[in-house]
């Protein structure tokens, strides 16, 4: 009986460094949650133009507001431009360049990092084919990455790939579907992954509006995020072609 009592108080104290270890382990993910913003929603805003200037040329205008969660917290400013060469309608190359403004903290503190600022030149090539009713974009993007970390400067490479998937289900509505690998050309190869599924409503030929979630896995955190994006892509050739009059 008393070698039974041993075992069983044995047993009762191994449950409990168990629960306990458990119970820390919850506490500090919790923590780096609260930490980082993890465990919050957040939203991305966005708005793309395609602004045909010619036959062969367009130009890209983009800007984002990335916050933490769907109104509060900022996280990031993007602005991003471009020259596109239209080699036929299913295909495009394109030039361009980004500013991109990061708070990289969830939370306000002296201590923690809160302030990068980076200018992007990218190279890009898209192309374009259709299967049945399913329409298919791949997109690939070459970035050269000229970041300043708290005055610190720095420069990094990085190559993406994106897949997408638009199905149409009537004349003005549709699904959007996306993921997007982001590969370090230095360091550590894998940088990120963006999986995006979304309802769009095309308001007119020259632009839609889409709502729709995004899953952005980093290496060691994972966000949610709400996405409302703006596209309009006007036809300008009339303004460009357009005679002066003496």
């Known amino acids: 009986m008393l070698k039974n009592a041993a075992m069983g108080n044995q047993t009762t104290r191994a449950g409990r460094l ?12 919790s923590l780096q ?3 980082t913003g993890e465990d919050k929603l957040g939203a991305w805003y966005m708005y793309f133009g395609m602004n045909r200037v010619s036959e062969r040329l367009s130009i890209h205008t983009e800007a984002q507001f990335r916050f933490y969660e769907t109104l ?3 996280n990031q400013l993007l602005l991003r431009t471009g020259l596109n060469y239209h080699i036929n309608e299913k295909a495009i190359a394109t030039l361009g360049y980004a500013y991109i403004d990061t708070d990289p903290t969830y939370e306000d503190s002296e201590d923690l990092l809160n302030d990068i600022k980076e200018h992007r030149i990218f190279q890009q090539f898209i192309l374009m084919n259709q ?3 399913f329409k298919f974009e791949h997109r690939y993007r070459l970035e050269q990455r000229f ?6 400067n720095d ?8 897949l997408q998937v ?16 982001f590969l370090n050309l230095q360091d550590e190869i894998f940088d990120q992954n963006r999986l995006y599924a979304a ?30 994006a703006i596209f309009y892509n006007p036809d300008l050739r009339s303004l460009f072609n357009r005679e002066i009059p003496d």
């Open 166 to 181: 638009t199905l149409p289900v009537s004349k003005s509505f549709f699904f959007n579907f996306y993921d997007e690998i």
């Open 199 to 228: 309802l769009g409503f095309k308001f007119s030929d020259k632009g839609n509006i889409q709502v729709g979630y995004l899953k952005n896995h980093f290496n060691r955190v994972n966000f949610d995020r709400l996405q409302l």
């Open 18 to 29: 168990l629960g306990l270890f458990f119970l820390l382990s919850f506490a500090t993910t």
């Open 147 to 152: 970041l300043s970390i708290e005055g610190e």
């Open 155 to 162: 420069t990094r490479h990085r190559a993406r790939y994106r």
């Open 131 to 133: 299967v049945g009713k």
């Open 33 to 35: 949650g609260q930490q």
């Open 72 to 74: 509060s917290e900022f």
